[in-house]
């Protein structure tokens, strides 16, 4: 069954620093997405992209958060300066078409971020 | 603010036992609803989608929507251990192309 894929599993990076977490969706798929999870805490929805534009972005995407498809496959989002409270599990999703079609949403393993 | 509300729980079953998961949510004019396992470390796994009123049933899981009373469920028969996990329930945001998630209810099956 065609997954979604993420890399790295695990990210530590020093605060301040540059962070990009990749993303490979299902390649049908023509919906994108980025959610966080805080240990212990619910998920939460970052970003929705489509046709190489932002659809969606909650406000915790901030200024410090970009998404980028740099290429036919890979999804990307930038973290440019991060912080202590940008450690979380950050999940990639992705669906066929737009989530209001009833398709579900599929989602990568996630990258562990750590910031010390 | 839209809002997804389930109990934390733990929620401690049986082996064999039915478990039943409740969720509700804010937004009246939501139309699909989703339950998510997770495991401890995990993503969030997709085990059921529902979208009209009344029972889906999958395999061991069953799905229970009410639209009017904005509630939707999740029943697991024959309870297994590898069913102790996290159940997240969701619900598509019908202004916004995202999911908001409940805070999951931790399901523990005791042999």
């Known amino acids: 069954e065609p997954e979604v894929t993420q890399t790295p599993s695990h990210q530590v990076t020093q605060m301040g620093q540059e962070v990009i977490l990749r993303c490979v969706p299902i390649?049908?798929?023509?919906?994108f997405y980025w959610y966080r999870q805080i240990l212990g805490q619910k998920v939460e929805f970052l970003v929705s992209f489509y046709n190489n534009e932002i659809s969606e972005k909650s406000e915790i995407f901030d200024d410090q958060f970009s998404v980028e498809r740099p290429d036919g496959s890979n999804f990307t989002l930038k973290i440019r300066s991060t912080k202590l409270e940008d450690s979380a599990m950050y999940f990639c999703a992705s669906s066929e078409t737009e989530p209001y079609s009833n398709q579900p949403q599929h989602f990568g393993d996630g990258t562990r971020l750590s910031i010390l | 603010q839209k809002e997804v509300e389930q109990n934390s729980g733990p929620l401690s079953v049986p082996e064999g036992a039915i478990a039943s998961l409740n969720c509700t949510y804010s937004d009246r004019v939501s139309q699909s609803f989703f339950w998510y396992r997770q495991y401890s470390g995990k993503s969030p796994e997709l085990i059921m989608s529902?979208?009209?009123?009344g029972d889906k049933e999958d395999g061991r899981f069953t799905a229970q929507l009410n639209k009017a009373s904005q509630y939707v469920s999740l029943l697991i028969r024959d309870s297994q251990p590898s069913d102790s996990a996290t159940y997240l329930c969701?619900?598509?945001?019908?202004?916004?192309?995202?999911?908001?998630f409940g805070s999951g209810t931790r399901l523990s099956i005791r042999p």
């Open positions: 390649s049908n798929h023509l919906y």
């Open positions: 969701a619900v598509i945001d019908s202004s916004a192309s995202k999911i908001i």
């Open positions: 529902i979208y009209s009123n």
